[in-house]
């Protein structure tokens, strides 16, 4: 059953329309992710259910209720903001117990729910410190426990990590998954970065212009993205334009750069048809030639190299003048993946790693 | 010494002989002659005595100076329940409409504050400007005394000082986080709980700042007492002012300034260490 159901939602602010006629079902305890780029409405979504906005058109349903115009305090919802909006004039202590205070719980009962989210988040034995005294790391599991000692129905993440530096946010992303699977909450997580997305999810949500893009588990976002704003969002991809030349049973021949390929064909594309292949950088094939590249490889030349540790990314240019990237991966076989710059190479790929879209 | 350094030393130098001679040389006299005995010819005299504080101790005067505190007492805190909600408005008025608001808040300051409390005379006294306007509306048949009552004497601090009330609440209501009332929203604080868990704790140094900044005054405004309340209510300003005026008592006018200076001091030095310790345990 849906925990969260909005029903064609609607949202402007000075007539800008920022959710353009939503609709979205949010599974009981799946961790959902709002992807996006800054702008396309996720926040907006997170706090139309909180109940920090409300929708100009549309309904939300909470375990089934009509929520719609509920005040966020009577929601049983609670958010980690993106700037945490710790009380400055409050301790550890009292910031997490601020909920519980509200709620008229016995002082004994939270003191000891207050100890069981500190021990949640990993930090035991902080309750009287105040707020700025701790790290910018600390902060956010406070703020992450402040929400959770509610118990509340559906967590709420705003871009919670994007003020960490990288070696926390990797932590915290452990950390939030463990979280999760331990509690049992709905969690819905907002946030622009798509490796975030992609590890944390249960389901990725895409957005866009206040449109849904694409609602799918992480591998279908990244593997079968839907149209070209998914593919190009969600990782990094080479894109081509291609004709359709000859259709046979589940494959078809194209031209594609000055060359003809057997792809597969998924979407019954036909002869004459323009569409657009989709080749992510690690799914390229790159070959040394000191002559003609053999049928089916694209001709291209090195121009350049990024050392990357695990992985070596080339910027190729072929001789049609298109750039494309190819990542090229250290294994047993193939030690030498370190290409000169302007070496000539042959690209292909094997097929059906492609993704092939309608030309839009 | 370079340039530079002596300009530094020049400006620094001008302000602070400006104050040597209008402010600390003449504080300084008011204590000196606090110490000395009263003379009818010459204000004050030789030899030096303590019997002008004795005399202040006196339950008469004892009285005019709980009379002051609880008129200023009442002001700060009419201005507070006035000023707090006006403060809200102004800091969550849009960014384009704030100067203007600030401006009618400020422009009344552009005229002295003596000829705006006779303007106030003007609109209260019995044929003045609002009976005149509740007689020909017919509300009234005969005209509310207004003038020379303690109301008149709140309306005439009120007005006055409300702006010292506005201006650092405006300032702390400003700068606040919204972010901390959506979150206390978030957490089911409704209204109410939102205004006294975070909004009020965290806007306790402008509500520090603008208590300072109306008391202090209006313990020693005298002409408002005296032109609105017909000079019936003795107050330490006007108490002051008639040792030197018409009683002819330097000395003692000297003592009760230099009471009244200490007890401010006193307010002054509790306000400092209160906010200093506020500002401690919030920001970083």
Redesign the interface.
């Given at each position: 059953m849906a925990v969260v159901r909005l029903q064609n939602i609607s949202k402007s602010f000075d007539r800008q329309m920022v959710i353009n006629n939503l609709c979205l079902d949010i599974v009981k305890g799946e961790f959902l992710t709002l992807l996006g780029p800054s702008g396309c409405g996720k926040t907006t979504v997170l706090r139309l259910i909180a109940g920090l906005e409300t929708c100009d058109s549309g309904t939300i349903l909470i375990n089934g209720r009509d929520q719609t115009r509920m005040p966020a305090c009577d929601r049983d919802v609670n958010t980690v903001f993106q700037s945490y909006a710790l009380f400055p004039h409050m301790n550890v202590f009292d910031n997490i117990a601020f909920g519980l205070k509200l709620k008229k719980i016995a002082g004994t009962r939270i003191r000891d729910r207050v100890k069981e989210a500190l021990e949640l988040v990993k930090l035991e034995g902080l309750e009287t410190r105040p707020i700025h005294q701790l790290s910018g790391g600390q902060q956010q599991r406070v703020a992450i426990a402040r929400a959770i000692v509610n118990r509340p129905l559906i967590l709420l993440l705003d871009e919670p990590l994007s003020a960490l530096d990288y070696k926390l946010r990797k932590q915290m992303r452990l950390d939030l998954r463990h979280l999760h699977r331990k509690l049992g909450i709905t969690f819905v997580f907002v946030t622009h970065d798509q490796e975030e997305a992609l590890t944390l999810s249960d389901r990725v949500v895409v957005m866009h212009n206040g449109c849904i893009q694409q609602t799918g588990t992480p591998k279908d976002i990244y593997e079968t993205p839907v149209n070209l704003f998914v593919a190009d969002f969600v990782g990094e991809s080479n894109i081509f334009d291609a004709q359709v030349t000859r259709t046979l049973d589940k494959d078809m021949e194209i031209q594609i750069q000055g060359i003809t390929k057997m792809v597969q064909n998924r979407r019954n594309f036909t002869k004459g048809q323009t569409v657009k292949i989709l080749l992510r950088p690690e799914d390229m094939t790159v070959e040394r030639t000191r002559h003609q590249c053999p049928p089916g490889f694209l001709p291209g030349q090195v121009k350049e190299m990024i050392y990357k540790g695990t992985t070596v990314d080339l910027l190729i240019r072929l001789d049609s003048g298109h750039d494309i990237f190819a990542t090229e991966f250290f294994n047993e076989d193939d030690q030498d993946i370190f290409y000169d710059v302007n070496e000539r190479v042959c690209v292909s790929w094997i097929k059906g790693w492609e993704v092939t879209l309608p030309h839009e | 010494m370079n340039e530079r350094q002596g300009f530094k030393f020049f400006a620094v130098f001008i302000n602070m002989a400006w104050f040597a001679l209008f402010v600390l040389v003449p504080g300084l006299m008011v204590v000196g002659i606090s110490f000395l005995t009263r003379d009818m010819g010459s204000f004050f005299a030789w030899p030096p005595t303590l019997v002008h504080y004795k005399e202040l101790v006196d339950p008469v005067y004892a009285k005019v100076l709980g009379n002051s505190l609880v008129y200023s007492l009442n002001t700060t805190l009419l201005c507070l329940g006035i000023g707090y909600p006006f403060a809200w408005f102004l800091s969550r008025a849009p960014a384009y409409r704030r100067p203007l608001l600030l401006m009618m808040v400020i422009i009344p300051f552009w005229t002295s504050s003596l000829i705006r409390t006779y303007a106030l005379v003007i609109l209260l006294k019995a044929n003045g400007i609002i009976n005149a306007v509740l007689m020909g509306s017919g509300i009234v048949s005969e005209p509310v005394s207004m003038l020379y009552t303690d109301v008149a004497v709140y309306v005439g601090l009120v007005y006055s000082l409300l702006p010292f009330m506005i201006l650092p609440l405006y300032a702390v209501l400003e700068k606040m986080?919204l972010?901390?009332v959506?979150?206390?929203?978030?957490?089911?604080?409704?209204g109410l709980?939102v205004f006294v868990?975070?909004v009020l704790?965290?806007s306790l140094p402008g509500i520090m700042a603008g208590c300072i900044m109306v008391f202090l005054p209006a313990m020693g405004l005298f002409y408002i007492p005296d032109l609105l309340g017909g000079a019936k209510t003795m107050l330490v300003g006007n108490f002051i002012k008639n040792q030197f005026l018409t009683t002819s008592n330097w000395p003692f006018g000297s003592a009760a300034s230099v009471f009244l200076l200490l007890l401010m001091v006193l307010m002054l030095g509790i306000y400092f260490l209160l906010s200093n310790r506020f500002n401690r345990?919030?920001?970083?």
């Open positions: - | 986080d972010r901390l959506e979150a206390a929203r978030d957490l089911g604080a409704n709980q868990h975070v704790p965290l345990n919030q920001t970083l």
